[in-house]
């Protein structure tokens, strides 16, 4: 049966797919007409389809296809919004340009050559007639490249108890992006130092918030971080500073707020990391009065097993259609995945197309790892909910 589904594979149909997504402008907080075409796709495939409006005007898509009896459900996962348009770009953002086997435009590695690849093997399973147990799903999110809203609000519906996920994020499983084993989550601090005013003639009569501040960011490196065997150990950057005057004063700044980006490993949560900033400043006995607070965005770590059951069938159809093992990494870095599963518990695998300057001015996909990818997409799926 898997032969027949390989054969209704349409390269065709996911370039078309692929242009047409690259002109819709879906920069992150314009996500809705993308998912319209999508919803528009998936339900002239026999896919029960709803729009979840997480914002006004920006809604995730949620597509369920139902099998013949009691199974596994398996979710393929897009990101809808892409980063904005930075500076530079040799041909419009937003017109498909391909040359030299790259298709050029904003979105088209990261990720919407992933869904065109995901929605050609689902038109694939769809049109062979496949008989499968169980639920197949597809969910377009809005706001991943941001704060992982739509991430968030898919964990308040039933695809929340998915036995797995696949995100088509740029993950081809080679050196230059292995597949990830597990990813490090992150705390954004946002830290506020009250300190006392006086005249900056007469120091000694005032409480300097901006340099207590610097106290707390020359001991960063005293924070507690923990060893991980994988990941080993995690990391920090102040990302900003401010206090003191507007207009020139020479007056002692009596306050100071500061951000510090830490990343965290599988062992420490962003409970840990709040607990572990409040005993630094505890230590250092400082005059001011000092608040740990923190902002979004913030991600829990997670890491997987390679016996998990949906990795278990990848290796297996990697090996198949590229022709040899995959790299797996424990990576740094935030995706979506950081919500399905270090917040829902979701076993979740990255797949996707190579990347080719994501965030970048003349992002591009090379074209062909398209067809292999729509290969793996589909048999992971078709092996998958054969089970039982």
Not at 5 to 12: A, E, G, K, N, Q
Not at 54 to 62: K, T
Not at 246 to 263: G, I, K, Q
């Amino acid at each position: 049966m898997t032969e027949e589904v390989l054969s209704r594979l349409d390269d065709s149909y996911t370039i078309r797919l692929l242009e047409d997504m690259i002109r819709i402008n879906s920069v992150v907080g314009q996500e809705g007409e993308l998912a319209e075409y999508i919803r528009s796709e998936l339900e002239s495939l026999g896919f029960k389809c709803e729009m979840d409006e997480v914002e006004p005007g920006r809604p995730n898509v949620y597509a369920r296809l139902e099998g013949e009896g009691p199974g596994r459900r398996l979710n393929f996962n897009g990101h809808t919004d892409t980063v904005p348009v930075v500076e530079g770009w040799d041909t419009d953002p937003f017109t498909p340009v391909t040359k030299e086997g790259r298709m050029h435009g904003l979105g088209s590695c990261d990720m919407k050559a992933g869904i065109a690849c995901t929605i050609n093997a689902l038109k694939a399973l769809v049109e062979s007639g496949y008989s499968f147990n169980g639920e197949l799903s597809f969910s377009g999110v809005i706001d991943e490249e941001a704060y992982g809203l739509g991430a968030k609000a898919l964990l308040k519906t039933d695809l929340a108890d998915v036995d797995a996920i696949i995100l088509a994020e740029p993950y081809p499983g080679d050196e230059t992006k292995p597949i990830p084993l597990g990813i490090t989550g992150k705390i954004l601090y946002d830290i506020y130092v009250h300190g006392k005013a006086a005249h900056g003639f007469r120091p000694h009569l005032g409480v300097n918030a901006v340099e207590e501040a610097s106290t707390i960011i020359a001991n960063l490196d005293r924070l507690e971080f923990k060893d991980h065997p994988d990941f080993g150990r995690s990391n920090y950057s102040t990302l900003k500073i401010e206090g003191g005057y507007e207009v020139y004063s020479v007056v002692v700044p009596a306050n100071c707020r500061f951000e510090v980006n830490r990343l965290l490993v599988p062992g420490e949560t962003v409970e840990t990391a709040i607990k572990d900033m409040e005993r630094l400043v505890e230590s250092l006995e400082l005059k001011a009065k000092v608040e740990v607070k923190t902002k979004p965005p913030r991600y829990e770590a997670y890491v997987m097993e390679k016996s998990d059951p949906i990795l278990q069938v990848f290796d297996e159809v990697y090996r198949e259609v590229i022709g040899r093992e995959p790299l797996y990494e424990y990576a740094s870095g935030i995706t979506d995945a950081n919500i399905f599963a270090g917040e829902g518990g979701i076993p979740c695998l990255h797949l996707g197309p190579q990347r080719g300057g994501a965030h970048q001015k003349n992002e591009y996909v090379p074209l062909d790892w398209l067809p292999p990818v729509s290969k793996m997409y589909a048999l992971i799926a078709a092996r998958f909910l054969r089970e039982p």
